[in-house]
């Protein structure tokens, strides 16, 4: 079954979220996922952009409270 | 696999500056760019290791940077190496007239280079100039 990990972005600015995403990415396997917390409103819109450049799924993303839950699966 | 070269010049001290210069650096090297990154003049002294002065800011948003959590420059330009394989390399030129040698820069810039070398390997790249 795939794992989900929480990436706790809160707080920075881009492309911090982005490199923590990375840093996180590398130690998944394919097919697990990843739920990027931002209170950065240029990682919600840059993390989407990378995922779709690199080959990445971007499953989706909500917004709550000024934190944004942008959910990634790893797919290479 | 590079979808394209990039080559990122940097001279200027001030923290704006480096920052984007490692913006640019490190989104371009996790998102598949070949990154080279040449280190000159101001830049330079902010990578000898166990230095610690604060990089300068020239206006508003240097100072608003200062007081947030912004990711800082050299943690950019650490991870454009380690997270996508980017090149940063320090002028030869400023490392004779700053008198330091390789072991005195952070770990990972890679060996001092001449701009003979850096306009060679530029060549067919873009280059963005800080």
Same mark, same amino acid.
């Given at each position: 079954m795939a794992n989900r990990k929480i990436v706790d972005g809160r707080g920075s600015f881009c492309p911090g979220p982005l490199m923590e995403l $990375?840093?996180?990415?590398?130690?998944?396997?394919? &097919? @697990?996922? $990843?739920?990027?917390l931002s209170t950065d409103k240029g990682s919600a819109n840059e993390i989407p952009e990378w995922c779709q450049k690199i080959g990445h799924a971007h499953i989706g993303t909500t917004e709550e409270g000024g934190v944004w839950h942008i959910i990634v699966r790893k797919s290479k | 696999m590079s979808s394209s070269k990039i080559c990122v010049v940097v001279i200027s001290g001030s923290l704006e500056r480096l920052q984007m210069a490692a913006m640019v650096a490190s989104v371009a090297a996790v998102s598949g760019c070949e990154v080279l990154v040449f280190f000159s003049m101001n830049a330079l002294p902010h990578f000898i290791k166990g230095r610690h002065v604060k990089a300068s800011h020239e206006g508003e948003m240097g100072a608003l940077m200062s007081s947030k959590k912004v990711p800082e420059f050299k943690t950019l330009f650490e991870q454009a190496v380690e997270l996508g394989e980017a090149k940063i390399y320090p002028c030869s030129m400023a490392m004779d007239v700053l008198a330091v040698e390789n072991k005195d820069l952070e770990s990972y810039l890679s060996e001092a280079t &001449?701009?003979?070398?850096?306009? @060679? @390997?530029?060549r067919d790249g873009q280059v963005w100039t800080f």
């Amino acid at each position: 079954m795939a794992n989900r990990k929480i990436v706790d972005g809160r707080g920075s600015f881009c492309p911090g979220p982005l490199m923590e995403l $990375i840093v996180v990415l590398k130690t998944c396997k394919v &097919g @697990d996922e $990843i739920e990027v917390l931002s209170t950065d409103k240029g990682s919600a819109n840059e993390i989407p952009e990378w995922c779709q450049k690199i080959g990445h799924a971007h499953i989706g993303t909500t917004e709550e409270g000024g934190v944004w839950h942008i959910i990634v699966r790893k797919s290479k | 696999m590079s979808s394209s070269k990039i080559c990122v010049v940097v001279i200027s001290g001030s923290l704006e500056r480096l920052q984007m210069a490692a913006m640019v650096a490190s989104v371009a090297a996790v998102s598949g760019c070949e990154v080279l990154v040449f280190f000159s003049m101001n830049a330079l002294p902010h990578f000898i290791k166990g230095r610690h002065v604060k990089a300068s800011h020239e206006g508003e948003m240097g100072a608003l940077m200062s007081s947030k959590k912004v990711p800082e420059f050299k943690t950019l330009f650490e991870q454009a190496v380690e997270l996508g394989e980017a090149k940063i390399y320090p002028c030869s030129m400023a490392m004779d007239v700053l008198a330091v040698e390789n072991k005195d820069l952070e770990s990972y810039l890679s060996e001092a280079t &001449g701009l003979t070398k850096f306009l @060679d @390997d530029a060549r067919d790249g873009q280059v963005w100039t800080f």
